[in-house]
């Protein structure tokens, strides 16, 4: 149970093109979604929280008109890499919050990883 | 404001020891979850164990152990008998007070070498 289904696993676009990126919900309702971003060999970056039905909170420093958050329904969350660019290959991934024991409130999709060329 | 720190960049075990991955946190919540994930070089984050900061016994799943310090700030991951399969990064990470909204914080891993 509790599965987020993320797709694509990965993608190349080129430079100045845009990049959806979808995390849905199978199992449960997700009303809450993080994304969260990767660099090679670092940590995991909270980039932004969707709530269902309302604005994205974004961290400090992340671009919101660059990287545009949709969460129009309990089990759909949209990332839309808006005109990429190099430095914005990373790996993308999201997690939701859950109730019940299994995950203790967590569980993430499999990630996306981005390359710009 | 939360802050995990891992002080291990990289760590190597002989197959089938003990090892030890260091976590320690800084947090001003009185109440607080802590957590410790997987990540393969396919990307996924695996969930191994978590410990509640008010749980009075450390946390086991199978071949994983939480040695949960709370006056020191600590969570160390302990994994018995290890595996080829546990090579990976392994994160740290902590939740707040407030679970309805709050996203994990992670520390900055620790990547695990299992030597044949």
Redesign the interface.
Known sequence: GAVVSQHPSWVICKSGTSVKIECRSLDFQAT?M?WYR?FPK?????MA?S?EGSKATYEQGVEKDKFLINHASLTLSTLTVTSAHPEDSS?Y?C?A?VTGRA??????G??T?LTVV | AQKITQTQPGMFVQEKEAVTLDCTYDTSDPSY?L?WYKQPS????I?LI?QGSYDQQNATEGRYSLNFQKARKSANLVISASQLGDSAMY?CAM?GMD???R???????TRLQVQP
Do not use: D, H, K, V
């Open positions: 809450t993080f990767q670092q940590s995991l970056m909270l929280t709530n790996f991934i997690s919050r995950f203790y409130g967590y569980t993430f499999s990630g990883r | 979850g957590f396919s990307g996924e984050m969930f978590y994160f939740r679970m309805g909204r996203a994990l914080t992670f520390g900055s891993g």
